[in-house]
């Protein structure tokens, strides 16, 4: 029903209506690795339960709406249809980005299901990616549904947001989360980007569309980021500490890269992560190589070492994406 309604969501838009730009990709991926410490082929990056990544079919969407002058906002809608034979519901719609984001001059709001203002997740578009940040070990969420403002300053960017605190799914349990995140430099102009964020409220603990306990939970981070570009070199860095799930959690992580070949068409990368909410802690060290086939074609693969889980497992990713119109 999710992708079902982002899909009519987008046929109802007339193209008449809009003197503006319209783009919609087509993309599709097919996920295998294997779990020693499930001794069998599994068909996801992550858990069976969450929604990266896995093997996939669906649609990337986004509409410029402009008037006269300038442009004034911008419809985004991404969904996709994911198959799992080891997840409880194998074949799962999933809603990504679905959202509309207003150009008020004194800043950009948005409202809808996108990336709340903590940490580098809130920045760092991993949707297609095989490494996950923070947000999907449980610091946070990838995307949640709310409202939010960006603005951007001649030093850098503020943003805030005011989302439910349920991720994935859209829930009504007395959760929320208020985010945060005030960032120094341009990256885009510096090659350098620090950023500090602060959230609190009462989320749910949530894994993919799974909502793992009912109740809404205390949760208050605090997080500082550091990302700098040099040459072909990439570096990126974040610590977060706080309480969340009623229990002390803190964590550090670090993303190195290497860009190689012409245009960078091939990444290699490896991370490094510790984290512990309560009694549930240890260190994670993934590494892995990304290699743009084409224009549309991009494979990558993972070898992770997870402390916690004592697992080791390996994972490949085929992964298309095209123009439509």
Same mark, same amino acid.
């Given at each position: 029903?999710?992708?079902?309604?982002?899909?009519?969501?987008?046929?109802?838009?007339?193209?008449?209506? $809009?003197?503006?730009?319209?783009?919609?990709?087509?993309?599709?991926?097919?996920?295998?690795?294997?779990?020693?410490?499930?001794?069998?082929?599994?068909?996801?990056?992550?858990?069976?339960?969450?929604?990266? =990544?896995?093997?996939?079919?669906?649609?990337?969407?986004?509409?410029?709406?402009?008037?006269?002058?300038?442009?004034?906002?911008?419809?985004?809608?991404?969904?996709?249809?994911?198959?799992?034979?080891?997840?409880?519901?194998?074949?799962?719609?999933?809603?990504?980005?679905?959202?509309?984001?207003?150009?008020? /001059?004194?800043?950009?709001?948005?409202?809808?299901?996108?990336?709340?203002?903590?940490?580098?997740?809130?920045? +760092?578009?991993?949707?297609? +990616?095989?490494?996950?940040?923070?947000?999907?070990?449980?610091?946070?969420? %990838?995307?949640?549904?709310?409202?939010?403002?960006?603005?951007?300053?001649?030093? /850098?960017?503020?943003?805030?947001?005011?989302?439910? !605190?349920?991720?994935?799914?859209?829930?009504?349990?007395?959760?929320?989360?208020?985010?945060?995140?005030?960032?120094?430099?341009?990256?885009? =102009?510096?090659?350098?980007?620090?950023?500090?964020?602060?959230?609190?409220?009462?989320?749910?603990?949530?894994?993919?569309?799974?909502?793992?306990?009912?109740?809404?939970?205390?949760?208050?981070? +605090?997080?500082? %980021? $550091?990302?700098?570009?040099?040459?072909?070199?990439?570096?990126?860095?974040?610590?977060?500490?706080?309480?969340?799930?009623?229990?002390?959690?803190?964590? #550090?992580?670090?993303?190195?890269?290497?860009? #190689?070949?012409?245009? !960078?068409?091939?990444?290699?990368?490896?991370?490094?992560?510790?984290?512990?909410?309560?009694?549930?802690?240890?260190?994670?060290?993934?590494?892995?190589?990304?290699?743009?086939?084409?224009?549309?074609?991009?494979?990558?693969?993972?070898?992770?070492?997870?402390?916690?889980?004592?697992?080791?497992?390996?994972?490949?990713?085929?992964?298309?994406?095209?123009?439509?119109?």
């Amino acid at each position: 029903m999710r992708v079902l309604a982002a899909a009519l969501l987008i046929s109802a838009l007339p193209a008449s209506a $809009f003197a503006s730009s319209r783009l919609l990709y087509f993309e599709a991926q097919g996920v295998a690795g294997y779990s020693d410490k499930e001794d069998s082929v599994i068909w996801h990056s992550e858990s069976a339960e969450d929604v990266m =990544q896995k093997s996939s079919v669906g649609f990337d969407f986004v509409q410029r709406l402009s008037g006269e002058r300038s442009d004034f906002g911008m419809i985004a809608v991404q969904a996709r249809l994911a198959y799992d034979p080891d997840a409880d519901d194998e074949i799962e719609p999933q809603l990504y980005n679905a959202y509309y984001k207003h150009k008020a /001059g004194w800043a950009d709001i948005w409202a809808g299901h996108n990336r709340p203002a903590l940490g580098l997740s809130s920045v +760092l578009d991993s949707h297609a +990616l095989l490494l996950p940040t923070l947000a999907m070990h449980g610091f946070g969420f %990838d995307r949640d549904w709310g409202l939010g403002a960006s603005r951007d300053f001649a030093w /850098g960017n503020l943003s805030a947001s005011l989302t439910s !605190g349920s991720g994935m799914p859209l829930r009504f349990e007395g959760n929320y989360l208020a985010s945060l995140r005030a960032a120094k430099g341009i990256l885009s =102009q510096d090659n350098w980007e620090l950023g500090f964020s602060a959230g609190f409220g009462e989320t749910l603990h949530t894994m993919g569309y799974e909502v793992m306990h009912e109740e809404p939970q205390p949760f208050a981070m +605090l997080g500082a %980021d $550091f990302t700098y570009l040099w040459d072909n070199y990439e570096a990126r860095f974040e610590a977060m500490g706080g309480t969340n799930r009623d229990e002390d959690a803190y964590a #550090l992580f670090a993303r190195l890269g290497m860009n #190689l070949l012409d245009e !960078g068409r091939l990444k290699l990368e490896a991370q490094p992560e510790y984290s512990k909410i309560g009694e549930h802690e240890g260190f994670r060290f993934s590494a892995g190589p990304a290699w743009q086939l084409s224009d549309t074609l991009t494979l990558r693969a993972m070898g992770r070492y997870d402390e916690h889980d004592d697992e080791l497992r390996a994972v490949v990713q085929i992964y298309y994406y095209s123009k439509v119109l």
